[in-house]
C-alpha cells in the first residue's frame, strides 16, 4: 500500500512556518487548510482578510477543476485518456491544462528522460496507487497554483490588498500572491525523528515568487522492510537513492515543482550541468539522504537566500 507521510499540516513540505514578514504588519498570519490532490492545501494571510472564504471558494474551485483533468488516479480523467492515445500529440488536451503538458515534456527533453511523465506504469507496478500510463504529479500541483494565483490576480486580489498578504500552498508547492512571507525549508530527517529541528533553514519569499519542496519522505511504499521513493530515475523506472529532499525557487510554482522533482533525480553534479544549460540563476538546494552527516548543498543564487541554516551549507559545483 502506497503511504502518504500526512504529517500534521505543519509539516506540509514546506509550508508551515511561515512567519509575518516585511509588508506592513507584523500580525500573525491566519491560516485556511483542506485536503486535495492527495495532498494538503493551505492559504496563509495577513492583513485584512475578511473575504477570505471568497478566495478560498476561488482556489479551491481551480484545483478540483485541475484535478478532474490532471488526475493520474481516475481512469475518467482527461489526463488518463491522454495516455490511452500513446502520443505525445496535446491536441486532445484542454486548452487549460496544455501548459502542464508541454512543461513536463519540456522537462522530459531538457533532462535526456531523468524528469519523464510516462512513469504511470512503472509506478503502479511499484505498489503506488495510478491508473493512468501518463503521471504528472511532478508538475500538477505547482501548476494548479499558478492557474489559481492567476484567477486570484484576475480578480483583483493583489491591487484590493495594500496592507495585506497572501500565500498559496499546495503539498509544499508555494507561491506568493502578495507580499513577503518567511518559509521554513522542512528537514527530511524531522520526518522521522521528531526531536530533529522541524527546519533545515529559512528563506524568504519575494512577492509573487515560488518555492517547491520534493522530498522522499513524502509518499513510499515498504518493500521487505525497506521504503521505496515515490521519485524514479526517469531513465531506469528505478527508485532514487540517496537523496532526502530539494528545494527550487522559481518564477512560477510550476517550474518550482517540475524543476525540483528533476533536480531530485539528477542530484547535485548532473544537476548543475542541466540548470546551466537550460535554467541558469535558479536558487536551488539538495540535502543527500545521509542523516548521520547532514548538510545541504546549494547553488550560489540559492546560498545567498538561505536564512539560518540548521547544517553545513556547501555550494554546488
Ligand atoms: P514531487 O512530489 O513534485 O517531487 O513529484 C513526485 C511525483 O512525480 C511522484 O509521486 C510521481 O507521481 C511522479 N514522478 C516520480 N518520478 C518522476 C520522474 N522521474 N519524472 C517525473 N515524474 C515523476
Ligand atoms: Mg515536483
Known sequence: MEKKAYLPIAAAALAAAVFAAGCTRASAPRRLQWPVMGTIAALSFRGEAEDRDEVREVVAGVYD???????AWDADS???RFALLHTNDLSSVSPRARPCYEAAFRLADETGGAFNPRLGATLRELGFTRVSDVDLGAIAKGFAVDVACDELMRAGYAARKPDGALLVDLGGNLRSVCGQWRTGVRNPFAAVDDDLPAHAA??????G???ATSGNY?????RDGHRISHILDGRTGEPVEGMAGVTVLAPTAMMADGLSTALFVLGPEAGMKFLSRHHPGTAALWIPDTPSNPRIIATPEMRARLLNPEYPVETAK
Not at 477543476?65 to 488526475?71: Q, R, T
Not at 513524502?218 to 515498504?222: L, Q
Open 65 to 71: 477543476e485541475l484535478n478532474e483533468k490532471l488526475s
Open 78 to 80: 482527461e489526463l488518463s
Open 202 to 207: 529559512v528563506i524568504v519569499l519575494a512577492d
Open 209 to 211: 515568487e515560488a518555492v
Open 218 to 222: 513524502e509518499r513510499f511504499v515498504e
